[in-house]
T-cell receptor
Framework: NAGVTQTPKFRILKIGQSMTLQCTQD?????MYWYRQDPGMGLKLIYYSVGAGITDKGEVPNGYNVSRSTTEDFPLRLELAAPSQTSVYFCASSRDPTETQYFGPGTRLLVL | AQSVSQHNHHVILSEAASLELGCNYS??????LFWYVQYPGQHLQLLLK??????LVKGIKGFEAEFIKSKFSFNLRKPSVQWSDTAEYFCAASGTYKYIFGTGTRLKVLA
């Protein structure tokens, strides 16, 4: 049982490039989340999903897109990378929206 | 509006000192409360949680937290910290509304 896995662990992007952050969970959780973590700012919710085919915006969705074609996978897409998107990105999943969230190891993204 | 406040942003303690990290919440209806911990270079993981019942909750590694409804608080405590407790600690609330994380408290324990 791997839990929540994320790839890549670290990436450097140039301004304007695009990339997809991958997230997979093997716990059969319906709920999945993408957060960004900036120093001193805690966790900000980017997007979340309540099940395959259903996604919704969180607090800071601008500049990002998501899809959820399967229960297991919840990729996050950055279309035109900007320096403001330099951050650490965490994916999480939960069985129920009120219960414990299980986090992946994170992706550190640097946009130059 | 719903919110979770952690008033201590940085805490520095010597080993064996006692720890108390504050967490106050504003949340309508039934609330579930959590403390998560993030060790250096690692992902967040659950330390303990409160859903209902005994307001004194015990978690892993000797941590405990007390839910005081009248004070809207869920403070985290540990009688004697260790160097390995150096980490960032996040309080969170969930319930009728969205899942909300506090901004975190960075704890540094000096050996």
């Amino acid at each position: 049982n791997a839990g929540v896995t994320q790839t890549p662990k670290f990436r450097i992007l140039k301004i304007g490039q695009s990339m997809t952050l991958q997230c997979t969970q093997d716990m059969n959780h319906n709920y999945m989340y993408w957060y960004r973590q900036d120093p001193g700012m805690g966790l900000k919710l980017i997007y979340y999903s309540v099940g395959a085919g259903i996604t919704d915006k969180g607090e800071v969705p601008n500049g990002y897109n998501v899809s959820r074609s399967t229960t297991e996978d919840f990729p996050l897409r950055l279309e035109l990378a900007a320096p403001s998107q330099t951050s650490v990105y965490f994916c999480a999943s939960s069985r129920d929206p009120t219960e414990t969230q299980y986090f992946g190891p994170g992706t550190r993204l640097l946009v130059l | 509006a719903q919110s979770v406040s952690q008033h201590n942003h940085h805490v520095i303690l010597s080993e064996a000192a006692s720890l108390e990290l504050g967490c106050n919440y504003s949340y309508g209806g039934t609330v579930n409360l959590f403390w998560y911990v993030q060790y250096p270079g690692q992902h967040l993981q659950l330390l303990l949680k409160y859903f209902s019942g005994d307001p004194l909750v015990k978690g892993i590694k000797g941590f405990e937290a007390e839910f005081i409804k009248s004070k809207f608080s869920f403070n985290l405590r540990k009688p004697s910290v260790q160097w390995s407790d150096t980490a960032e600690y996040f309080c969170a609330a969930s319930g009728t509304y969205k899942y909300i994380f506090g901004t975190g408290t960075r704890l540094k324990v000096l050996a």
